[in-house]
């Protein structure tokens, strides 16, 4: 039995990381829809969706060359994956933050005549909601979002200074912010959702906040 080559070896451990990002967001999402008591084809259809949505990102970092590692910090839905190799281009970078959203987006029509077909299917109805919701969520400009990652990139292609480019995309993520707290604040207070959105809304605006210029998270 020959040993396996370093490439083999890259590949193993990127697919481990990735099983790690899955297995991380398989247990955040069901015990998220276990306290707030959905029905399991809610967290199934939910889980399929944040699936595809990252292993959108693995083939777009494949694409671009790039090996994969899965960093050590915990995001409410997962872990986050980076390319982990050669610098990318702009456009290259711009490719991969789209490229989840992107897999959500082709999602949707492919579930909806999957629901035409099976129109009582819960599941499929469930699956087409979760993978637009993500789509648009994940391309909004808040902070560790793929919009924050595509602002940068597209700000970075319109040949803006890196200093400037930093600080457009601070403002544009605090702003962000700020909104997504007030609506996740006025739903909650309204009774139309439970603290997990304002839970989430504060931890963008606490990472936006320390992002800010001359703030201390500099």
């Given at each position: 039995?020959?040993?396996?080559?370093?490439?083999?070896?890259?590949?193993?451990?990127?697919?481990?990381?990735?099983?790690?990002?899955?297995?991380?967001?398989?247990?955040?999402?069901?015990?998220?829809?276990?306290?707030?008591?959905?029905?399991?084809?809610?967290?199934?259809?939910?889980?399929?969706?944040?699936?595809?949505?990252?292993?959108?990102?693995?083939?777009a970092?494949?694409?671009?060359?790039?090996?994969?590692?899965?960093?050590?910090?915990?995001?409410?839905?997962?872990?986050?994956?980076?390319?982990?190799?050669?610098?990318?281009?702009?456009?290259?970078?711009?490719?991969?933050a789209?490229?989840?959203a992107?897999?959500?987006?082709?999602?949707?029509?492919?579930?909806?005549?999957?629901?035409?077909?099976?129109?009582?299917?819960?599941?499929?109805?469930?699956?087409?909601?979760?993978?637009?919701?993500?789509?648009?969520?994940?391309?909004?400009?808040?902070?560790?979002?793929?919009?924050?990652?595509?602002?940068?990139?597209?700000?970075?292609?319109?040949?803006?200074?890196?200093?400037?480019?930093?600080?457009?995309?601070?403002?544009?993520?605090?702003?962000?912010?700020?909104?997504?707290?007030?609506?996740?604040?006025?739903?909650?207070?309204?009774?139309?959702?439970?603290?997990?959105p304002?839970?989430?809304?504060?931890?963008?605006?606490?990472?936006?906040?320390?992002?800010?210029?001359?703030?201390?998270?500099?």
């Open positions: 039995m020959t040993a396996p080559t370093a490439g083999e070896r890259r590949q193993d451990g990127a697919w481990r990381r990735f099983l790690s990002v899955l297995g991380t967001s398989a247990v955040s999402v069901l015990a998220f829809f276990l306290i707030t008591g959905e029905p399991p084809y809610c967290s199934l259809s939910l889980l399929l969706g944040i699936c595809l949505h990252e292993a959108g990102h693995l083939f970092l494949f694409l671009c060359g790039q090996r994969v590692k899965a960093s050590g910090r915990l995001f409410p839905l997962g872990l986050t994956l980076s390319p982990s190799g050669r610098l990318c281009s702009y456009r290259e970078e711009l490719f991969i789209l490229a989840g992107g897999t959500n987006l082709f999602c949707v029509p492919a579930a909806f005549l999957l629901l035409r077909a099976r129109p009582q299917s819960d599941f499929l109805f469930c699956f087409l909601l979760f993978s637009l919701g993500l789509a648009l969520f994940n391309l909004l400009p808040l902070p560790a979002l793929d919009g924050a990652a595509a602002l940068s990139a597209c700000l970075s292609l319109a040949g803006l200074l890196p200093d400037t480019v930093w600080r457009v995309a601070a403002a544009a993520e605090t702003a962000a912010s700020f909104l997504f707290t007030f609506l996740a604040a006025a739903l909650a207070a309204a009774g139309k959702t439970g603290v997990y304002l839970f989430l809304s504060l931890f963008f605006l606490s990472r936006s906040l320390s992002a800010i210029p001359g703030g201390d998270g500099g």
